[in-house]
């Protein structure tokens, strides 16, 4: 090894337990291998909304660096589920700062479009929580009715650290329904909508093997997730014996790298060091939030806070009270 040879970062304490805390739905969803599949979905049913497309093809960063690019996505979402919570609100924040200069015009409106717009921010949230659920529930072993219930509550609390109001975030797998129901007349697809939804279940080889084995990997489950009305307007359809194969094999791939990484340290040993190990396979942004989540450290505070108590102590706000004292 080089004498110089820079070493990585040492991983700060956790202050809190977050907004969610140990047994919480929220970890046991979001830290779940299904999570990853999950993923691939939200990030492939954004398109249908016009507004993040145009987006998404002006800024042109998942065909510059896909894998960089939901890496960051992921950890992001990762973050508000299982961080402590001042790295929760430090990480909305710097999230928001970018999305503020993502602005542009819709081309086939002609409206103008803001990442930060709250509709667009509550299909990004609802299309992100119902996909891990409904992954963890094909493909892992899934919630309790009452977990359920209290994982919707916590959808809720984590649309505060976005722009979308809260009130209008389902609050159950019925009003999830409604939600799709009343947006389904404005989604739409596009040639640069295809274009992306396309391009995230199929990689191409020259960015890399990993964003391209990865991505047809995980495709063909997360599409069997989705209804056939998603499927046909997105025009990536597959056969149904292709659904019918892919639970099991999936199942047993879930269950081969640890099936339910267990977020209260219950996990102990060989099973533990595995799952800190499985991590490489991840990019590093989200490899790094949950190798830091897996660690088997209490955090300083043994508590958790809700998102306004942590904005108040730790949000830009509170950083400009700070330097004027």
């Known amino acids: 090894m080089a004498a110089h040879a820079r070493q990585p970062e040492p991983m700060p304490r956790r202050l809190d337990y977050g907004f969610f805390g140990p047994g919480s739905p929220s970890w046991k969803v979001w830290t779940n291998p299904t999570a990853l599949i999950g993923f691939q979905r ?30 960051r996505t992921l950890a992001y979402f990762l973050t508000v589920a299982v961080a402590d919570s001042r790295t929760a609100i430090e990480a909305s924040d710097f999230l928001m700062r970018v999305h503020a200069k993502a602005t542009g015009v819709e081309p086939i409106s002609g409206q103008r479009y803001s990442a930060n717009n709250p509709t667009s921010q509550l299909w990004i949230h609802v299309t992100g929580w119902h996909s891990v659920l409904k992954c963890y529930e094909m493909y892992g072993p899934g919630l309790s009715p009452e977990e359920e219930d209290r994982f919707w509550a916590e959808c809720v609390i984590a ?17 999830v329904r409604e939600y799709y129901a009343s947006v389904r007349p404005r989604l739409c697809t596009s040639e640069r909508a295809n274009e992306g939804m396309h391009y995230l ?9 990993r964003a391209w084995g990865g991505s047809r990997i995980v495709a063909p489950a997360a599409i069997a997730t989705l209804p056939k009305w998603m499927r046909k307007l997105g025009g990536f359809d597959q056969f149904a014996v292709l659904d019918k194969a892919i639970v099991p094999a999936a199942k047993l791939a879930v269950k081969a790298i640890g099936s339910q990484i267990r977020p209260d340290a219950e996990a102990k040993g060989p099973l533990r060091k595995g799952m800190l190990a499985a991590t490489g396979l991840l990019g590093p942004a989200t490899s790094r939030m949950l190798a ?9 505070r043994a508590e958790t806070l809700t998102p306004a108590q942590a904005r108040a102590l730790y949000g830009k706000g509170a950083h400009a009270q700070m330097a004027a004292q």
């Open 42 to 71: 939200a990030v492939v049913l954004e398109h249908f909304d016009p507004f993040l497309t145009a987006a998404v093809a002006d800024s042109r960063g998942i065909y510059n660096d896909p894998y960089g690019r939901l890496d």
């Open 159 to 175: 649309a505060e650290l976005q722009t979308c109001k809260p009130a209008d975030v389902p609050r159950s797998r019925e009003e």
């Open 201 to 209: 279940l199929h990689v191409p080889w020259e960015k890399g093997i």
């Open 292 to 300: 830091m989540h897996l660690r088997d450290e209490p955090p300083v």
